[in-house]
């Protein structure tokens, strides 16, 4: 335990510590003893003549007489002085005092002052930083030193280290002499081990057992697997509250006369750990009895909130049910205009039938009416950006849904740190009641930046920066970009959500998107077309009712797809065999002109991080006011939260799609919906999946022959393998996912676990026409014959030239003998050999299928010194061929 006694002074301790003259000396720190006042020989009492002070330095000759009953022209005897020492003592402001001139009547009161303090050190600590020293101690520099603040501040240091759990903490006080009454004062501490709960007993239960009730205790049996736990550390406020926990835990389940009889905890022999023991008594299980209401209140119907209210009779009596009560009466009450109705439950047991009839009294009461908003701590952001979010105004009548449902439209800002409340406290009359929204604002801005490799696009960078309070007028700025060798692209956007100060929200967005496709040439990766689209986007906002609100929108789009004409373009024309038909088919440029709109129906607690409530979504879009093309576009998102108990929140979300062209057919082959305006499916949306790594696409893979044997394979490299994603019109997305809470500590770090299920698919276009077809001769597919320019086939003849040792070969367009110039007759009868030209693959269409495909996974969020981490495990259980699959991903980002 912590001694506040010296122990033996080094030598010269002044030497040890920098800063410290050399001619200082440690002191140990007795109590002051008062000197003895000389004594009196005469019995009489006697006259004090003349009364001084001698060797105060700071303080006044008058204040230090001021502390003691002597006056010039008092009498004066042994016990008078003597308890003029001891309320100078008792003082605390002197080292050193004493009184002389008692025989004559001439008192002199000689002190000395105690030091003014010059540091205040603390060494040996490490588990603790100082700063959380200086928080708690009284002694600081430039005070004066007294014995009785070093002893407070000793005992406050060994609390701070009980509270963390080192109950072996020993401080001991020291005090560097300096020149003009000066001293350091230093703390030499001695932490010790942390003390641990080695063990948790538990005696007098009957019906659960040891483990059931220490799970739920928040002090935990110290365990290997529990090291990075703080629950297993002895805190003697957490054996208080798990004491409650034991109580509540039983008042659930029905046992209503349930008591810790003791609580008691021992220091083991060896002073490490310690052992604790609760001897309980459970008592009988209770049901519920009759349970009324008696409101004194005119509106309500009694029989009706009794028959509303979650306790029921019969049902096995629970006292978290009994609190779900009192609230909903309270909130039925507030619902009404009655801000501050009490709601008393009044217990009546039954030992003999064992059951608890409740009757819950609703006191009189005024209807309120809201006489203020008071909106304190914003500093950035404006007041209107909060007040326009709170559904009562000055002069309503008071409603209980309107605040909360101000409560979680105000969270849903996600301006303001979380578990915003608004207060209500009583106004300046009986019926009137005050909200104060007292927000603490936390940062708006956000930097994204998310990193991935996969075999297709190589490493994948994405940032993002969004401020969400631009000006602290609640608007809305952000810009993104993506990079990788896959696809490029940049996006910026603007939202005013009160336009002049009305509930219209418009907003505008710009983007220029840039997606690319690769082949391969032997081990070079080529481009096999490109996507680029540039436009614009205005949107319209306005709320229907509470929870409804509809949206229109206006977007024109210019989209490129192109091939590079050296490489796919053979006579000025796309060749099939190079770039493959469903390309050729969609290259060109065109305009998008489209309107659209969407229905909303919003009631989520929060739309950042929502616990409950439900937001469903349904938009459908024009395209063909103007521009080359024309279709229609339908979506639908649906999403619900539960908080289902213990912490967990669970969710369900669902989302669809269908797209229909509205124009004429293109030719065989060809899907009337471009691949520009389908859908795609796979991250992040659909985790377990690659970017595009769902839905129908295109697979082209060589064939190898051996040269030796002639045998032909098909490629296996996936890196060599063209895999382009086309799209599709209809997809459907579904996911399952539950957040898993954790303990006060991961709370702290912003860790957030969740696992998930996700199935979904992407389907619907026209199959592609073959690119094309290959010759099998023998069981060994042939590449196509060569063509020149012109597109005419090509031959190999053979011809040895003069003053040659050999044979040699030139491509011509005879199928016998040789053309010295292009379209010039052919010479000669010999038979030429058809000369080679496109190697043969194997083209196969994949993933146009309906069917779900799954994944299960598991992912964390983090709110890590670096700013927002999402880290995803996922394992895609059902897939279709073709399918791109994904294991980890994650990103990161930084607030600001």
């Given amino acids: 335990m912590a001694a506040a006694q010296s122990a033996p002074t080094p030598a010269n301790p002044a030497q040890t510590r920098p800063g410290v003259p050399a001619n200082a000396r440690a002191e140990q720190l007795p109590a002051p003893q008062p000197a003895a006042a000389a004594p009196i020989t005469d019995a009489a009492a006697r006259t004090i003549k003349t009364l001084r002070v001698e060797g105060s330095q700071r303080i006044e000759p008058d204040t230090v007489l001021s502390y003691t009953r002597l006056r010039v022209g008092t009498p004066y005897t042994a016990e008078t002085l003597d308890q003029a020492l001891k309320d100078l003592q008792a003082s605390d402001l002197f080292a050193d005092f004493s009184i002389s001139g008692v025989e004559s009547g001439d008192i002199v009161l000689r002190v000395r002052e105690n030091p003014i303090i010059n540091r205040v050190i603390f060494e040996g600590n490490k588990a603790l930083k100082q700063d959380k020293f200086d928080k708690e101690i009284k002694l600081k520099p430039r005070q004066i030193f007294t014995r009785t603040a070093v002893r407070q501040d000793v005992a406050r240091i060994v609390e701070l280290y009980r509270r963390q759990g080192r109950f072996a903490a020993v401080v001991e006080p020291k005090m560097v002499t300096l020149d003009q009454n000066r001293v350091d ?89 310690f052992i604790i023991t609760y001897v309980v008594e459970e008592g009988k299980r209770y049901k519920f009895g009759d349970i009324t209401v008696d409101s004194q209140i005119r509106d309500f119907d009694n029989k009706a909130l009794a028959a509303a209210i979650p306790a029921k009779k019969g049902e096995w009596y629970n006292a978290k049910q009994v609190e779900d009560s009192v609230d909903q009466l309270s909130e039925a009450a507030g619902l009404f205009g009655y801000a501050f109705t009490e709601v008393a439950p009044e217990f009546v047991p039954d030992r003999e039938a064992l059951t608890m009839s409740l009757n819950f009294n609703i006191a009189q009461a005024q209807r309120t009416y809201v006489e203020r908003v008071d909106i304190n701590g914003n500093t950035q952001t404006q007041d209107k950006v909060v007040r326009r979010e709170i559904r009562l105004a000055e002069g309503d009548a008071f409603n209980s849904f ?43 801005g956000e930097l994204q930046l998310s990193a991935g490799y996969s075999s297709l696009e190589r490493f994948i960078i994405q940032a993002n920066i969004t401020q969400r309070n631009f000006r602290g007028k609640g608007q809305e700025l952000r810009a993104g970009v993506n990079y990788s060798s896959y696809s490029k692209s940049l996006e910026l956007g603007f939202t005013e959500p009160y336009l002049f100060d009305r509930n219209i929200a418009v907003g505008v967005d710009l983007f220029r998107r840039d997606y690319n496709s690769f082949g391969f040439s032997g081990q070079d990766r080529r481009t096999t077309y490109s996507q680029v689209s540039t436009g614009f986007q205005v949107r319209l906002g306005v709320p229907l009712t509470e929870f409804w609100s509809l949206s229109g929108r206006y977007g024109l789009s210019y989209d490129e797809v192109g091939l590079d004409e050296g490489t796919y373009f053979t006579a000025g024309l796309c060749d099939p065999l190079k770039a493959g038909r469903y390309l050729c088919d969609s ?38 006011l103007g521009g080359d093309v024309k279709y229609v576009r339908a979506t639908a998102n649906f999403s619900k939260y539960w908080t289902v108990g213990g912490g967990f929140i669970a969710s369900a979300v669902a989302e669809g799609g269908f797209i229909r062209s509205l124009e004429k057919s293109r030719g065989p082959g060809i899907d009337r919906v471009r691949i520009t305006d389908r859908f795609y499916l796979g991250e992040p949306q659909f985790r377990g999946f690659d970017i595009r790594g769902v839905g129908p696409r295109v697979q082209r893979i060589e064939y190898i022959t051996d040269p030796t044997t002639g045998a032909q394979t098909l490629q296996t490299d996936q890196a060599r393998i063209v895999d382009d994603a086309l799209g599709g019109r209809a997809y459907y997305l579904g996911r399952l996912e539950l957040e898993i809470p954790l303990g006060s500590g991961a709370r702290e770090l912003g860790l957030r676990p969740s696992v998930y299920l996700q199935a979904g698919s992407l389907f619907g276009i026209t199959r592609p026409l073959p690119t094309a077809v290959f010759p099998v001769v023998n069981g060994v597919v042939q590449p196509l014959q060569a063509v020149d320019a ?49 190697q043969p693959f194997l083209e196969r269409f994949l993933g146009s299928s309906a069917k779900p495909r799954l994944s299960v996974g598991f992912g964390v969020n983090w709110n890590s010194p670096f700013g927002p981490l999402r880290i995803d495990v996922a394992r895609a259980l059902i897939t279709q061929p073709g399918d791109d699959t994904k294991l980890i991903t994650f990103n990161v980002g930084t607030q600001f």
């Fill in 790 to 838: 012109a597109g005419n086939p090509l031959f190999v003849n053979v011809f040895t030239p003069e003053g040659s040792t050999g044979p040699q070969q030139r491509l011509t367009t005879c199928a016998a003998g040789f053309a010295a110039t292009a379209g010039a007759a052919c010479v000669g009868a010999e038979l030429n050999t058809v000369a080679p030209g496109t």
């Fill in 185 to 273: 004062v230093v703390f030499e501490i001695t932490e010790g081990a942390k003390s641990k709960v080695r063990q948790i007993n538990i005696l007098g239960n009957e019906v659960f057992s040891d483990d059931k009730l220490r799970g739920q205790m928040a002090t935990k049996q110290a365990r290997l697997f529990r090291i990075l736990s703080s629950g297993t550390s002895y805190d003697q406020d957490r054996l208080n509250y798990d004491q409650q926990k034991l109580r509540q835990f039983y008042l659930t389940e029905g046992y209503a006369d349930f008591r810790v009889i003791s609580a008691v905890a021992e220091l083991t022999p060896d002073k490490r750990d």
């Fill in 587 to 624: 290259i060109g440029n065109r305009y998008t002109s489209s309107v659209g709109f969407s229905i909303i129906n919003d009631s989520l607690n929060s739309r950042l991080r929502p616990s409950a409530g439900s937001r469903f979504s349904f938009g459908a879009d024009l395209a063909g």
């Fill in 402 to 444: 309107q605040v909360k449902r101000s409560q979680d439209r105000i969270n849903s800002l996600g301006f303001f740190q979380d578990k915003f409340e608004i207060k209500q406290v009583p106004g300046s009359a009986p019926d009137r009641v005050a909200l104060e929204a007292n927000v603490e604002e936390k940062s708006t």
